[in-house]
């Protein structure tokens, strides 16, 4: 069996889960939001009081595998309409910054032009200060996509570390040039 999967997820109070057993398909409600989810037809979900359980057909090796990743996403919704996600970015280098101009942000990092992001759905982006920014909202997956996609404007490079990188990310710094006259 699997360790993850046969855990079973407590709901707090004011979370609610729907599901609709002919098509797997789960909706979690709770104070930050609604979430809903198809799930693969080979697991079983079944909520019980406020408990959520999640059991597979039989041990064939795809089953096995989706046991543990059935009871994560259902995991993350509930943790998700609870309490949130975030992920925070800083900015480094000189004159590199960033402002918030209503739901987007406008990012000046060194390119010729000012870089727009508009806030996607169910996200939000915040600027605390013109050098960090964060994203956050109650889907996971979807708070990570968006922080990877401003990311990846301006990744940090090796040999000043200027760009977008996330909170507490090591950017392993290269050499330059070894020397002049050689």
Same mark, same amino acid.
């Given at each position: *069996?699997?360790?993850?999967?046969? &855990?079973?997820?407590?709901?707090?109070?004011?979370?609610? %889960?729907?599901?609709? =057993?002919?098509?797997?398909?789960?909706?979690?409600?709770?104070?930050?939001?609604?979430?809903?989810?198809?799930?693969?037809? +080979? *697991?079983?979900?079944?909520?019980?009081?406020?408990?959520?359980?999640?059991?597979?057909?039989?041990?064939?090796?795809?089953?096995?595998?989706?046991?543990?990743?059935?009871?994560?996403?259902?995991?993350? *919704?509930?943790?998700?309409?609870?309490?949130?996600?975030?992920?925070?970015?800083?900015?480094?280098?000189?004159?590199?910054?960033? +402002?918030? @101009?209503?739901? +987007?942000?406008?990012?000046?990092?060194?390119?010729?032009?000012?870089?727009?992001?508009?806030?996607?759905?169910?996200?939000?982006?915040?600027? =605390?200060?013109?050098?960090?920014? %964060?994203?956050?909202?109650?889907?996971?997956? *979807?708070?990570? @996509?968006?922080?990877?996609?401003?990311?990846?404007?301006?990744? =940090?490079? =090796?040999?000043?570390? &200027?760009?977008?990188?996330?909170?507490?990310?090591?950017?392993?710094?290269?050499?330059?040039?070894?020397?002049?006259? &050689?």
């Amino acid at each position: *069996m699997s360790r993850i999967g046969r &855990k079973p997820i407590n709901i707090p109070a004011g979370v609610t %889960v729907t599901l609709v =057993p002919e098509s797997n398909h789960i909706t979690v409600k709770g104070p930050k939001g609604t979430l809903e989810r198809d799930l693969h037809p +080979a *697991m079983t979900v079944t909520v019980e009081g406020d408990t959520v359980l999640v059991t597979r057909s039989n041990d064939e090796k795809l089953n096995r595998s989706l046991h543990g990743l059935t009871r994560t996403l259902v995991a993350n *919704m509930i943790e998700g309409v609870t309490n949130g996600y975030s992920k925070t970015l800083e900015i480094q280098g000189v004159g590199y910054r960033v +402002a918030k @101009q209503g739901t +987007a942000i406008n990012l000046t990092l060194g390119f010729s032009h000012p870089v727009v992001v508009d806030a996607v759905a169910g996200i939000t982006l915040d600027v =605390p200060d013109p050098s960090k920014i %964060v994203v956050s909202g109650c889907d996971k997956q *979807m708070v990570g @996509q968006v922080a990877a996609e401003i990311r990846g404007i301006k990744p =940090p490079e =090796p040999y000043h570390g &200027k760009g977008v990188r996330y909170a507490g990310e090591y950017v392993r710094m290269k050499e330059g040039k070894a020397g002049k006259g &050689k």
